[in-house]
Structure formats: C-alpha cells, structure tokens
C-alpha cells in the first residue's frame, strides 16, 4: 500500500513536471496574442468543440510553412480558423492559404476571426465537403504546405490529393496521427473506421518512397500529434 501510495506520488510528480515543461515552451515560444485568444473565446461562444491544435503544434507549423518557404497553404479542416491564424500568419505578404471547412456555420466564425487577425486579405474559407472541394484546387497548385485536420476515415484519400497538389520540397502534415497509439494498430472492430483512416494514412506515408516521414507525439499529454511528411526533391 505504501509502495503504491508512493508510487502514485512519482506517477503524479511526474505529470507535473510534464505540464510545466509544456507550460514553459509555450510561454517562450509559442504564446497567443488577442487575435488568437479572440478564436478561442468566439469558438467556445458559437458552441463549437474546443479540439484546435495547440499553440506549440500551431508554432510547429509555422516552423515548418517557413522551413519550405510557403507562399502556397492548403488546410482540410478549418473549425474556428486557430490553426489558419498560425499558418497565414507564416506566409510571405504575396502569400495565400485556402481552408476547406463543410460546415458553413463554423466558416463564418473563421472569416471573423481572420478579419480579427488581419489575415483575411491572404486567408480564405471555401464551404463544402473537402473531397469535393479538392479537384478544384488542381489549377491553383502546387501547394508548399498541406494541413490535414478534417474527418478521419478519407485522410488516406486527403494524402492523395496532398500528394497531387504538392511539390518536391512540400511539406504534408496531418493532426491526430497518434491517437493513445490507436493510430499504428488495425482496428479492434470493422466500426472504427476513425483509426482506420489515420492508421492506413501512417503506413502509406511511413512506406511512400516519395516521403520522408514522421509521427511525433506532442499534444494532449504526449498521447496525440503530428504526421510530418516532406516530399522528397
Ligand atoms: N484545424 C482546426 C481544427 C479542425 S477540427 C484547428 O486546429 O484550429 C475539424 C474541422 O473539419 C471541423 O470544423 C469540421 O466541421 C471539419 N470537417 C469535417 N469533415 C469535413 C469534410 N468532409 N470536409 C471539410 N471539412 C470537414
Ligand atoms: C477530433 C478531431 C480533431 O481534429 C481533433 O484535433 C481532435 C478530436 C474528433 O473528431 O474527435
Ligand atoms: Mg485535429
């Protein structure tokens, strides 16, 4: 009993210190300022679901829109526009980002955030269901940078069209990869086609020889995170 008291203590002092280290990258790093704060709060408002990236996955992104040089953004999956205000933010003055979000309801909530924000003269929100929207994409390609971060069954299918609307030095990356580590196993029941989605996305891009690729465990305490994926030159 003593053991286990003490060892749930360790356990306990061990998410603590966890936490902090988080806390501290952010603050360093990766604080958020009124514009990013005002998403957050007319989000909650609007009764939309608190699932945004974090503000250290939104500085990773635009690490890595600034590594390839981004002119060109693509995001699947808009919800408050959190993640768009990273990336636009990224983007050279002549650049552009175009987020794809099916629900018109949480596009008007991005629009007032990027106007917030000042970006809404290079960020724009097309209305509709992402595989549908995506063939229309093909004469304004290529995209430096992709984001996924819509539905989970088609990201398989979201891969394809990053890969056709992409170019050698692109960056593809992809939220929700890990999943408590569902994301690497075939999925326990024929209903889970959440995990089947990011765990055939995992292996495609695990094995494409036109990638080189990595899942990193990053957001809600270590259980969840990015796929990163570049395209090979
Ligand atoms: N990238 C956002 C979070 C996106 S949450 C951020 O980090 O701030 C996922 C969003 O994808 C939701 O707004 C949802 O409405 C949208 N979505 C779900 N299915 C979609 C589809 N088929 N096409 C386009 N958007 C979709
Ligand atoms: C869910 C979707 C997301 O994009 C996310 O970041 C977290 C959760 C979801 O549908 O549960
Ligand atoms: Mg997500």
């Not at 009124?34 to 939104?58: C, D, F, N, T």
């Not at 390839?68 to 650049?95: D, T």
């Not at 595989?131 to 992709?146: I, K, R, T, Y």
């Not at 989605?197 to 292996?203: A, D, L, S």
């Amino acid at each position: 009993m003593t053991e286990n008291n003490s060892e749930l203590a360790a356990l306990r002092q061990q998410a603590r210190a966890q936490h902090d280290i988080e806390e501290a990258i952010t603050n360093m790093f990766a604080s958020e300022d009124e514009a990013l704060r005002y998403a957050l709060s007319a989000a909650k408002e609007a009764g939309l679901p608190e699932i945004q990236i974090s503000p250290i996955q939104g500085k990773l992104l635009q690490l890595l829109a600034t590594a390839c040089n981004a002119r060109k953004i693509l995001e699947i999956g808009s919800l408050a526009g959190y993640s768009g205000i990273w990336l636009a933010r990224a983007l050279a003055p002549v650049g552009h980002l175009i987020t794809l979000e099916v629900n018109p309801e949480h596009a008007e909530v991005v629009r007032r955030a990027f106007a917030k924000a000042g970006v809404n003269n290079r960020a724009e929100v097309r209305v509709g269901k992402a595989l549908d929207l995506l063939p229309e994409l093909e004469s304004e390609a290529p995209f430096d940078l992709v984001f996924i971060d819509a539905d989970k069954p088609p990201y398989p299918q979201y891969l394809d069209w990053a890969l056709r609307l992409t170019r050698p030095g692109s960056i593809i990356v992809a939220d929700n990869c890990i999943r408590g580590g569902k994301g690497f196993h075939e999925p326990s029941g024929p209903k889970d086609e959440y995990a089947a989605g990011i765990v055939e996305y995992n292996r495609r891009i695990a094995n494409d020889p036109r990638l080189v690729s990595l899942a990193l465990a990053m957001d809600d305490d270590y259980t969840d995170g990015f796929a990163i994926a570049v395209v090979k030159g």
